[in-house]
């Protein structure tokens, strides 16, 4: 696999020079800058290729193999609005990306929000901190917070009981806290609403079902797979984080099922996935090895990342936090050795891309990562401590393989 890192630009706090440090081979990396729905020009794209590649003159020695993401709008999504003048768009970035040699380009199709986590940094018993999604919490901001009308529907009573009380209990600090770290955008996500606005968006899409959702994707990967194939362009949707519905919103890709209807509806090897354990991870019936053996030919990107779930549940919504890389709920060993055999396999068939890009995804935030400014989710020792212990998995499965 090829170790790969997320970079934001000249936003982010953490140099080049320390993601080579921390043993990158590759950056993964978005120009959050442009306005979705708008074309990334040519110039746009070379100069944060040359942000990537040279420092001071010299060559870095890395550079920008996979784009992450180049948002698909909501006008698309939903298909209103300019929703034409976007797929046009879409298509020229495309052929941009493709003109300045990037071939791997990441999106996601969750509406109105990208990830969510209801903290952004939960104390962990060493000292350093983590991101979580509590249900409780997720709860009473959707009923009492947003107050979207009909949200409790959506859940058992008891724990909308639950939630009442806690948010009840919050003060005014606590319930801005909470508004802030659900809607106002992490990093990469596609927009920062605010919540009058995330109430507007919501409104688009009150009678969305998932099966509008659904064939509004496929839609889009038949409007832009033929300009992909065209330009030996490989796509790779994200999936849902975390994979359930949220505030009344469909959601399409949180499951394995989810993943073979879209990649056997628009059946190209230029339509395909973004592998995140993470984000997969936090549902019960999640098996990576089964997901690898079925849709690994179409895997074109990994995210190494575990969730543990420690919370209450109610059904198929649980609470969770982010774990260490090997020591969640996902069986990353056994992932990591599935995704071994699949480039073994793409070998044998003679394929070019039998090298996956990976990336360790977020990390907690460790040691010094605590006394710095960072990206939620983002910080340099907890990631490179993550990447190192994929690393030695990695190497390991190699030294017996060969
Ligand atoms: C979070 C990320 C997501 C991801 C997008 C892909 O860290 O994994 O923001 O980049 O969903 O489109």
């Not at 009678?207 to 409007?223: G, H, I, K, Y």
């Amino acid at each position: 696999m090829k170790q790969t890192w997320r970079w934001f630009g000249a936003a982010d706090a953490i140099s080049i020079l320390e993601i080579r440090q921390a043993g990158a081979e590759g950056i993964v990396s978005a120009l959050h800058h442009i306005p979705t729905g708008d074309v990334w020009s040519i110039a746009e794209i070379r100069k944060r290729q040359d942000e990537v590649s040279i420092k001071d003159g010299q060559p870095t020695g890395v550079s920008w193999d996979v784009v992450e993401s180049l948002p698909v709008s909501e006008a698309i999504k939903s298909q209103s609005g300019p929703y034409r003048e976007h797929l046009d768009a879409y298509r020229q970035s495309l052929k941009n990306l493709a003109e300045c040699g990037i071939h791997t380009v990441c999106y996601n199709f969750m509406p109105v929000l990208d990830w969510t986590r209801t903290e952004l940094a939960t104390r962990l018993d060493h000292g350093g901190t983590t991101m979580s999604f509590d249900l409780i919490d997720f709860i009473g901001f959707d009923c009492f917070i947003l107050e979207r009308v009909a949200a409790a529907a959506d859940y058992s009573d008891a724990i909308v009981e639950q939630a009442r009380e806690r948010t009840a209990s919050l003060p005014d600090t606590g319930k801005t806290q909470l508004v802030q770290n659900i809607v106002a955008g992490l990093p990469g996500a596609n927009d920062n609403w605010t919540l009058g606005e995330v109430r507007s968006h919501l409104a688009i899409y009150q009678s969305t079902p998932a099966d509008q959702l659904r064939s509004n994707l496929v839609d889009f990967l038949s409007e832009v797979v033929p300009t992909a194939e065209a330009l030996g362009l490989k796509l790779c949707c994200h999936p849902d984080d975390p994979p359930f519905p949220i505030m009344g919103l469909p959601r399409v890709m949180s499951s394995q099922a989810d993943y073979r209807y879209v990649m056997s509806a628009v059946d190209s090897e230029a339509s395909g996935i973004t592998f995140c354990t993470g984000s997969l991870g936090v549902a019960t019936s999640f098996d990576p090895v089964s997901f690898i053996k079925e849709l690994g030919p179409r895997i074109h990107f990994a995210h190494l990342r575990n969730t543990k779930r420690d919370g209450p549940s109610d059904g198929e919504r649980h609470s969770f936090h982010e774990a260490e890389h090997l020591n969640g709920d996902t069986n990353m060993v056994a992932t990591v050795h599935a995704l071994l055999h699949e480039q073994i396999r793409r070998k044998a068939e003679g394929r070019e891309d039998c090298i996956i890009p990976m990336r360790p995804d977020h990390g907690q935030a460790l040691a010094s990562d605590l006394e710095r400014p960072m990206m939620p989710g983002y910080p340099l020792i907890g990631r490179l401590r993550g990447l190192a212990e994929l690393r030695g998995v990695i190497a390991a499965f190699e030294e017996v393989h060969a």
